[in-house]
């Protein structure tokens, strides 16, 4: 996939990861760059075009597909994270996780998939999130969503294959944006992440692994639960 006269979409692209990924592929030279946002007036990056996406409005996401029809490389970055306990927290906040991480992103592919195919296949990158492979007290709710959001990753891979989409999930633990605001642990810059994936997506890869601490989760994937969670061993 190259990015030099591609046409990508981004969504969720007026801040944070979108807003670096839609200034990396300018940069890049992209030929368009869609920047979709729920407020498109909130897009400030000069050379590009506003899109009005909200990815869990089902009407909005047939309109962008009709509008970016020339769309060959969908980022699908917009995401939500209420910081919710599966236990004990609110249902409305778990759902809207659900809700914008996994089935938002499942109706964006689902409506851009005949638009990359008639475009030649091109590709898709899903911003995943380290969370899918981890339980952790205060974001099991996004957890779970971002662990669907994997789940999706793989299996629209296998799906797209024959039509010639490549589809590339990239995982990162911290970055520096709203979404991490008050949360005191170091954390990535935006335009570093922005980087890694593009370089992957380029590359061919299939999985980008974007700092150090998704490296160290995915080579734990395969330990034993009781290595992970040391901290349940013997509490039951
Ligand atoms: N920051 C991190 O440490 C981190 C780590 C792992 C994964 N991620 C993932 O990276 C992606 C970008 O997050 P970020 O860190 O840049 O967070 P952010 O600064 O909070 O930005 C989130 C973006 O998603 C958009 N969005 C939320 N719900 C939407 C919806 N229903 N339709 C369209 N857009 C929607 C937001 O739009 P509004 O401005 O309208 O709210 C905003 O543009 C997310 O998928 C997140 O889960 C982030």
Do not use: C
């Not at 946002?37 to 996406?53: F, K, N, T």
């Not at 009407?59 to 995401?79: F, K, P, S």
């Amino acid at each position: 996939m190259h990015i030099e006269g591609s046409v990508a979409l981004v969504t969720g692209a007026n801040r944070g990861i979108g807003r670096a990924l839609v200034h990396e592929l300018v940069k890049r030279g992209a030929s368009k760059v869609y920047a979709a946002a729920r407020r498109p007036e909130q897009i400030d990056l000069p050379g590009v075009v506003p899109l009005r996406l909200d990815i869990t409005d089902p009407e909005q996401v047939a309109e962008a597909a009709r509008i970016a029809a020339d769309t060959t490389l969908l980022v699908n970055n917009a995401g939500v994270s209420r910081y919710s306990k599966l236990v004990t927290g609110d249902m409305a906040d778990i759902r809207q996780e659900m809700n914008t991480n996994y089935f938002g992103t499942l109706s964006t592919v689902r409506a851009f998939a005949p638009v990359l195919a008639a475009n030649g296949g091109g590709a898709i990158l899903n911003v995943l999130s380290v969370m899918a492979w981890l339980g952790y007290e205060h974001s099991n709710g996004y957890g779970a969503s971002k662990a669907a959001l994997w789940a999706l990753t793989n299996g629209i891979r296998v799906e797209l294959a024959p039509q010639g989409t490549q589809v590339t999930g990239l995982m990162l633990a911290s970055t520096d944006t709203d979404m991490m605001a008050g949360i005191d642990v170091p954390k990535n810059r935006p335009e570093d992440v922005a980087r890694s994936a593009l370089d992957g997506v380029e590359a061919g890869r299939l999985e980008v692994l974007a700092d150090a601490d998704s490296i160290a989760l995915k080579a734990a994937l395969s330990s034993d639960p009781a290595e992970i969670y040391p901290q349940v061993v013997g509490a039951a």
